[in-house]
């Protein structure tokens, strides 16, 4: 099929998170997506693309093709982007709001429209320890430090402004969104969001 609209159609499992293995234990279970099912640790987001646009309105080039495996939004697989037009369950989103990345076979990512993954910065982790009585500890986790984090995949536009993989970036209120691609944590931000480079 040849798209006439900014979206591509995507063929994703919506319950591949069911299955989980239980710690060191190797045994599986099954958790019920439905509960918080658009939560990062819940929601599915990759798939493979079927059908991509024509061109895109805003004259950008293409840059994918049937077969990319690509990561997403979390409601990649809402019911609302179900679409049975072509006999097959598809999901159709949009190539520039839904759509982050792809990552060829060799593991290579490639960011997609204004999209970028940066990864978080985690508190010391002495952080985790009382100050005042040695060896207790007082947190279960590190915190993530707001607002800053390293950049990793970035895309074309932030590359012509300078900025480069392994910078440590400033970033806007709200950013924030994680998201698993190749099961590293990553923020995931548009360009706009991206507000300049930290300077040590």
């Known amino acids: 099929m040849r798209l006439l609209s900014d979206e591509v159609y995507v ?14 234990t190797g045994k599986e279970i099954y958790i019920e ?16 693309v079927v059908y991509v646009p ?7 080039p293409v840059e994918l093709e049937p077969g990319d495996h690509v990561y997403g939004s979390h409601n990649l697989t809402a019911e609302d982007h179900e679409d049975h037009l072509t006999g097959d369950m598809l999901y ?9 990345c792809k990552v ?12 970028n993954l940066i990864e978080p910065i985690f508190e010391p982790e002495e952080n ?7 060896d207790l500890q007082v947190k279960t ?8 984090g390293v950049a990793r995949h970035l895309s074309v536009g932030m590359k012509e402004l300078g900025v480069k993989e392994g910078d440590t970036i400033c970033f806007t209120k709200n950013s924030d969104y994680e998201m698993y691609v190749e ?11 991206i507000a300049g480079i930290r300077v040590e």
């Open 11 to 24: 063929r994703a499992d919506k319950d591949k998170k069911k299955k989980r293995m239980l710690g060191d």
């Open 33 to 48: 997506t439905l509960y918080q099912s658009y939560s990062t640790e819940n929601a599915c987001h990759d798939g493979e």
């Open 54 to 60: 024509a061109k895109l309105s805003n004259g950008a």
């Open 92 to 100: 159709r989103v949009s190539y520039r709001d839904s759509l982050y």
């Open 104 to 115: 060829s076979p060799e593991g290579e990512i490639h960011m997609l429209s204004d999209w």
């Open 128 to 134: 985790l320890y009382s100050k005042v009585v040695p």
């Open 141 to 148: 986790e590190l915190d993530k430090i707001e607002h800053i």
């Open 183 to 193: 099961g590293t944590l990553y923020y995931r931000m548009r360009d706009r969001d």
